[in-house]
């Protein structure tokens, strides 16, 4: 089975644009979840998406934006960006909305310039 | 807010020694705990996770224990191997209604030597 699997995997930006990163969960999970891991830190949670309704967000402005699509993957907007928007965007999937295994793809690299 | 911190940010090991990493969380509400394993330009990757309603866990040479009174986890991982090399992550949910939410602290740097 083919596990999370996350598009682009390297991306360039310069700032003012936009982007759309997008996600593939694992079949058969309904939640996904997006966190942003700038270099050095841990993860952070941005939102997580079940049953194609947004179910949490995390302390981001309101220029990152999400949604799920009815085959439960998923795309992260986010607009004008800021050099600081530069990390590896993350999504992880799962099964429920609730406390269950996580499980990460390998990132989008973003670097806004 | 959350807080998650580890005790030693870079452990250094020898190859078959026993490798123990802690994880210290602030939020009492927490009741799910994930260890994740991250290597270099790769996502996390799921190591063992834990309930509140458990003190200890064990998989195929990984032990996890928690203490919810001190609020205290440690991973521990037997004969451990240089392909154990990565930054190793403890991420308590949110607990409450934040269904999913993982906080993560800095990570711990495990290297280990051949």
């Known amino acids: 089975d083919a596990g999370v699997t996350q598009s682009p995997t390297h991306l360039i930006k310069t700032r003012g644009q936009h982007v759309t990163l997008r996600c593939s969960p694992i079949s058969g999970h309904k939640s996904v979840s997006w966190y942003q891991q700038v270099l050095g830190q841990g993860p952070q949670f941005i939102f997580q998406?079940?049953?194609?309704?947004?179910?949490g967000r995390g302390n981001f402005p309101d220029r990152f934006s999400a949604r799920q699509f009815p085959n439960y993957s998923s795309e992260l907007n986010v607009n004008a960006l800021l050099l600081g928007d530069s990390a590896l965007y993350l999504c992880?999937?799962?099964?429920?909305?609730?406390?269950?295994?996580?499980?990460f793809g390998q990132g989008t690299r973003l670097t806004v310039v | 807010g959350e807080s998650v911190g580890l005790h030693l940010p870079t452990l250094s090991v020898q190859e078959g020694d026993n490798s123990i990493i802690n994880c210290a969380y602030s939020?009492?509400?927490?009741?799910?705990f994930i260890w994740y394993k991250q290597e270099s330009g790769k996502g996390p990757q799921f190591i063992i996770d834990i309930r509140s309603n458990m003190d200890k866990r064990q998989g195929q040479r990984v032990t996890v224990l928690l203490n919810k009174t001190v609020k205290h986890l440690s991973l521990q991982i037997a004969a451990t191997q240089p392909g154990d090399s990565a930054v190793y992550f403890c991420?308590?949910?949110?607990?409450?209604?934040?269904?999913?939410?993982?906080?993560f602290g800095q990570g711990t740097i495990l290297t280990v030597h051949p």
């Open positions: 991420a308590p949910n949110a607990g409450g209604t934040s269904y999913g939410k993982l906080t």
């Open positions: 939020n009492s509400a927490s009741d799910y």
């Open positions: 998406y079940y049953e194609k309704e947004e179910r």
């Open positions: 992880a999937s799962s099964w429920d909305r609730g406390d269950t295994e996580a499980f």
